[in-house]
């Protein structure tokens, strides 16, 4: 018989005592069974209790008596408690490594439903756009102009920030280069041909995807979680034309007026820099913006606009409505929804360009 | 298929997976006109997959639910919408639509499928929210009230389309004794007034044996169903172990007459 004496306070939580003395001792004297004296035990807490347990396992393994009995009575109790329940076997989680091949298919199906998932939103998109010609769709104009009023009024203010920013950068890197050939009034064309054709639209695009498709991944996320999405199933109200629709109206409305705002604010940038900066006369460069810029550039920055815009609708809601149903997910659900958006911004932008060279626009 | 017109439900072999893992299989129980219909079992077992099996969120692994005598899922979409039409389904936590108050919630409803002008349907969605004790809560947003509010708000909502087939999830869940007594009181008076049928998962035992007409017993170490009928029934008479535990708050475990034959 085996006696583990226990004495003492055992509130401190930095350094337990290795049980390998015990281990050592229970193999080598083979004792039928371990007793306690704790007869000059202190306070307790769990600390102790885990020890004790590591214990109770050893002497199992050891098959040797536990005798519970010889603990104060408060700690037999909880270890019998503890025990009262025995584990189950197949609830507890094993961490396993798949191997190498189970990943990479793994990783492709996960892909694939992705992909599928995508189009099929896709396309339900467009039966809902469809419907929503004919008048049949299912949604409240006051849920769309809420909509339309924190997408676009309320997003101004930053539009335009980003926006002046970057005309005003663009003067400085092309001045910069261009007054070496004395052709710094080119300045004026260079600015208004980059932001009316590419960088209003994108950047425009880009905040709106990192401001309102992460607020409408958030929105449909919770909803999700509150079952609120549910909820318009069993009434049979189809949530994409109740929920997405206002959404998606809203950008494509909004979406070309920003880039319009966004075109104006980036060439007043480029203005302030070049005449404060540059000597440029400030006629002389509105009259070098305003040859500069071609109806096609313009009317091509603004439709780009609008499919960012839809770009932005659909993948937060996409997002939002695949969410799972627990906080960390709306979360996920966010971030997945602005990285998902502004790729695709980016890479349909590439597209575009490829086309426009090929059709000499 | 059962002839008898009286049948409002019919669950025919029903097995509920989630990919392959299966959570219940080979469930059939029968539902008649203006019952009560409670889903019972222990935390975890399934109750509330039944149900979102039987309200049309969840398409069954095998075999199908019958509402007079008509089948759910091997319906097109077109009978499938308009079965939903007669359900009214009240969600654990009520699931308002967070955006809207409690009168546009079920303005919303009404509006979709009848053509009534907008004041007819605001005073329905304010009779319905006096049918649950929320007369004056119309212009309060769900986050504005309790809990318990939410829960009745959410089954005045249900209510909206006077439904055929109501649907409780957890009604008493987080819920103080007496609201969650008034609550059964309400589904009682509801039953009588209305005629509807009625399907409640819980595992409350004083609801069970205050509202339930019969019932179904979802067991999650066998995954099938132990026992059906009705509650009352089933504890005077019943001599499955598992049954008589639970609807005795495991008291019967040692009562002699308790074990099985």
Redesign the interface.
Known sequence: MLIVEIAGDWLDRSSLPDLAAVQHELAHTQAKALEFDASALGHWDSALMVRILALFDLCTKAKSEFRAATLPEGLAKLIALSQAVPEKSDAVRKSTTPSFLQRVGESGLTAWTGGTSMLSFLGESVVASLKLVRGQA?F?WS?TLLVIQQCGPEALGIVGLINFLIGMILAFVGATELTQFGASIYTADLVAIASVREMACIMTGIIICGRTGAAFAAQLG??KV???I??F?????SSFEFLVLPRMMALVLMMPLLCLFADLIAIAGGFLVSTLMLDVSPLLYLDRTVASISLTAFLLGVFKGAFFGVIVALTGCLRGMQCGTNAAAVGQATTSAVVTGITWIIASDGIFAVICSALHI | MSTDTNIKIEIRDLTMAYGSFVVMRDISAQVRRGEVFIIMGGSGCGKSTLLRHMIGLKRPAKGDIYYDGTPYWQSDEAVRQGKLRSFGVLFQSGALWSSMTLAENIGLVLGEYTDFPPAEIRAIAGLKLALVGLKGFEDYYPAEISGGMCKRAGLARALALDPDVLFFDEPSAGLDPISSRNLDELILQLRDSLGATFVVVTHELASIFTIGDNSVFLDPITRTMRAKGNPRELLKHSTDPAVQQFLTRGEASAHPAAQPS
């Open positions: 299912q409240r849920d919770t909803m509150n079952q609120e549910e909820a199933q069993t009434f049979g109200i």
